[in-house]
């Protein structure tokens, strides 16, 4: 004889309490409940072994209080990501489901058309290897979605992008190495990383622009394949004179951490002779010797302003409410679509740009 799947009948049965009741605890509704009376519902509910019909559910009240996230990886800025936008949500009422695209277009579309059939209420994803217009295709009317780091992408295929202003903390780490006496100036492209390497590029010579004549006496983007090569410390190293350090702005802190570690190989000093500013700020960054420079990223402010921007068109409005925008920052730049958010980035001092 198979064992009785318990329903929310019983659980009310179990606690003494209404139907209803049941219902609003375990659907979290916003409904004002006594703390007794929820801990009663939660411990009957777990005794019985009560499972939620989320599938039931879904059809009834027309929504799944399910979020779907897919990001190019797990790794470093997305994992961190990953997590604090799970906290967010979680706050708010709902399930996030997280996905690695692993920057493959198919696989991406894999992950989506999965998230798609289980009827999530809307999606974040973390730029798109896709193209607007198979996006446009593929996701349709009806599930909002929100992007981070996406550029210029049309409106109509998202409610919005929150992007990480890399063009200005590019350009606020120009100034941080003129400043301290780099007439030489790098940076270090990654293109494999597209859209965000674009942005760099953008504040790098931006900042460039922006120093006074004759402050900058040579600046180069330097791209490379695999840090390995050699190209790119002998450009660096051969623009070195005596009292002039050179500046780098590395595409990440792991690059930085890379470059910093073979230049002391070639027995080259850092900041001496040249100094390194990062982008991230990852942990290892402030216990490495020397410590790195880096931009940091505020990412709690950057998934806040996402989850209120869905939650939002979702008509969540009381969700929102326990997870407040207050103190943070972001804005909207002249000359970008109207519907695209800037998160400033801070610049952090620390031993290799000293």
Known sequence: M??????????????????????????????????????????AAKSLGY????????LSRKKTFELGLVLPGFGGYYGDFAQVMQDIVHQCGYHLSVYSSSGQPELEKRHLETLLQRRVDGLFCHGLAMS????????????????????????????????LDFADGSAQAVRHLAERGCRS???????????????????????????????????EIVTYVNLKE????????????????????????LDALVFISRLQELDYRVPGQI???????????????????????????????????????????AALASVPLDGLIAYRLEGCPAHELHIPMRLIERMSTQ
């Open 185 to 219: 100036l790098f940076y270090i492209s990654k293109e494999s990383a597209k859209t965000t390497d674009i942005q760099r590029r953008i504040g790098f010579l931006r900042g460039i622009g922006a120093l006074e004549k004759g402050v900058c006496l040579h600046h």
């Open 51 to 58: 499972r939620r019909n989320t599938m039931a559910a879904s």
């Open 275 to 317: 100094k390194i500013v990062g982008i991230n700020n990852m942990m290892f960054a402030q216990y490495n010797w020397p410590s790195i420079t880096s931009l940091a990223i505020d990412i709690r402010n950057q998934a806040l302003h996402a989850v209120h921007l869905l939650l939002g068109e979702l008509g969540e409005l």
């Open 132 to 163: 607007a217009d198979l996006t446009r295709q593929f996701v349709g009317e009806g599930t909002p979605l929100v992007l981070f780091n996406a550029w210029n992408w049309p409106e109509d295929v998202a409610l919005g992008a929150v992007n």
């Open 2 to 43: 198979k064992n009785k799947q318990m329903t929310i009948v019983d659980v009310a049965k179990a606690a003494g309490v209404s139907i209803a009741t049941v219902s609003n605890v375990l659907n979290r509704r916003n409904v004002p409940l006594a703390e007794e009376t929820i801990l009663k519902v939660e411990k």
């Open 230 to 253: 050699e190209a790119p410390y002998a450009a660096i190293t051969g623009r070195l004179q005596e009292g002039e350090p050179v500046g780098v702005l590395a595409f990440d802190d």
